[in-house]
């Protein structure tokens, strides 16, 4: 399993983006997935998850309103936009996927939000 992030950019206060996570290795349709971040002395926090069987969606307090997380079965990817950026947002961005309670994760894409 391979999750490979994109998207990642340095911005202004305002602005919008969208990452992609493109998954490869996954056999069943199935799973959970997930986005997280971790700015810099920060703890790692989740900020949205997607379940792909049902489509149904979770977002952190912070972010609910302002991000969106989405699947698209045909092209593998996870995508998360990010609108109305805020320098907090600033952090590494991964993605992760659940199997069967084992966890894969990608390396990280950043943003930059002055």
């Known amino acids: 399993v391979q999750l490979v992030e994109s998207g990642g950019d340095s911005v202004q206060a305002g602005g919008s983006l969208r990452l992609a996570c493109l998954t490869s290795g996954i056999t069943t349709t199935r799973y959970c997935m997930a986005w997280l971040r971790q700015g810099t002395g920060k703890r790692r926090e989740m900020v949205a998850g997607?379940?792909?069987?049902?489509?149904?969606?979770v977002y952190a307090d912070s972010v609910r309103g302002r991000f969106t997380i989405s699947y698209d079965s045909a092209k593998k990817t996870v995508y998360l936009q990010i609108n109305n950026l805020k320098p907090e947002d600033t952090a590494m961005y991964y993605c992760?996927?659940?199997?069967?309670?084992?966890?894969?994760w990608g390396h990280g894409t950043q943003v930059t939000v002055s």
């Open positions: 992760a996927a659940d199997l069967r309670g084992i966890g894969y």
């Open positions: 997607l379940y792909t069987g049902s489509g149904h969606t």
